[in-house]
């Protein structure tokens, strides 16, 4: 049992650099870097016109390592999992996730294994572990949705007043992109620098909607799209378009405080029994290892597992209400 002791902890230490040495060195994040760096060029009074450059890189590799890249190139879920990357904002590839989890899922697994000697546990274990830097990047892209909402009535007031001001939709971009904080400064940024670089202005807004996949953002969108096959005055429909996505952004502020004791219940369905099982596994140890030396017992084990990711899926769905 040392040796497997022994195997697991180098495993995990070798995995760990390895995941860690590929998220420091992926490119990814330094597209959002050289973005923010032209802005803020533009935003520098003393910068000439003509010393600003930016290149839009287009990097379609999913791993740093050749090997990897191919194998995951021949999988249609690699390209969803890396959108779900970019969609998050993180400076990483699909390949460093995937070996993330991986190298998660396998320490778990030798771990369990060894201390329990039980190979279903085990099992249960490896998928906990290798599912957990996945909702982690889900999180993340959840979290930086909630910020660009946040941002997006200031930036359409802000492109309202200065297509009221005068200027083009283009321009009325650039400022926004210049004045809006990041995240949504910096898809702005983007939007704006693919049209400057020959891109369609519809299809760079396209492009915005594809990476932050964000329904008020889609509106808005949607309403440049519409009045630029149409015309109209778009100062007018964007001032009605803010204070939708205000009156939206309100509702679902007041739906997340209604439904607080929903999520908070079922918190505590979750947690209460995991921490019921480790009292009772400290104050009598010999009264839980009933449900893993028995076969029955492993088996009911798997049952409560199981209803208990149901639950959790269930109660998701009930406080979960889209406005």
């Known amino acids: 049992m040392v040796y497997y002791i022994i195997f697991a902890v180098f495993s995990a230490a070798l995995l760990s650099v390895v995941a860690v040495y590929l998220v420091f060195s992926e490119k990814v994040g330094m597209r959002n870097k050289r973005v923010r760096e032209r802005l803020n060029a533009l935003a520098a009074e003393t910068a000439p ?27 249609r879920f690699s390209q969803k999992l890396q959108r779900l990357i970019d969609q998050a904002g993180l400076p990483m590839k699909a390949g460093a996730l995937v070996l993330g989890m ?15 000697q039980n190979h279903l546990l085990a099992l249960v274990a490896a998928f906990i572990g290798g599912i957990l830097p996945y909702l982690y990047v889900r999180r993340r892209r959840r979290k930086r949705k909630e910020e660009i909402d946040a ?65 008020d953002l889609n509106l808005f969108i949607t309403t440049l799209l519409i ?11 964007l001032d009605k378009i803010g ?12 739906i997340r405080i209604f439904s607080a004791q929903g999520r908070f219940s079922g918190i505590v369905l979750v947690v209460l029994p995991i921490i019921v099982s480790i009292i009772i596994w400290v104050i009598n140890p010999t009264y839980v290892k009933i449900l893993i030396q028995e076969k029955a017992g492993r088996y009911l084990l798997g049952i409560a597992v199981i209803m208990q990711v149901f639950g959790i899926w269930v109660i998701s769905r009930i406080v979960k209400i889209r406005v």
């Open 227 to 237: 009045h630029k096959k149409t015309g109209g005055n778009l100062a007018e429909v």
């Open 151 to 215: 941002l997006l009535p200031e930036a359409v007031d802000l492109i309202t007043n200065a297509l009221k001001s005068g200027f083009s939709l283009e321009t009325a971009l650039r400022m926004a992109a210049r004045e809006i904080p990041d995240p949504l400064g910096i898809e702005l940024g983007i939007a704006f620098e693919e049209q400057n670089l020959g891109v369609s202005l519809t299809d760079a807004l396209s492009n915005l909607g594809k990476r932050v996949q964000s329904e």
């Open 49 to 75: 016109e003509e010393e600003i450059f930016y290149p839009i890189l287009r990097d379609d590799k999913l791993s740093e390592i050749p090997t990897m890249n191919r194998i995951l190139s021949k999988f």
């Open 102 to 116: 991986l190298s998660l899922a396998g320490v778990m697994f030798l771990l369990v294994r060894n201390l329990l």
């Open 243 to 254: 204070n939708t996505i205000r009156e939206r952004f309100r509702l679902e502020k007041e």
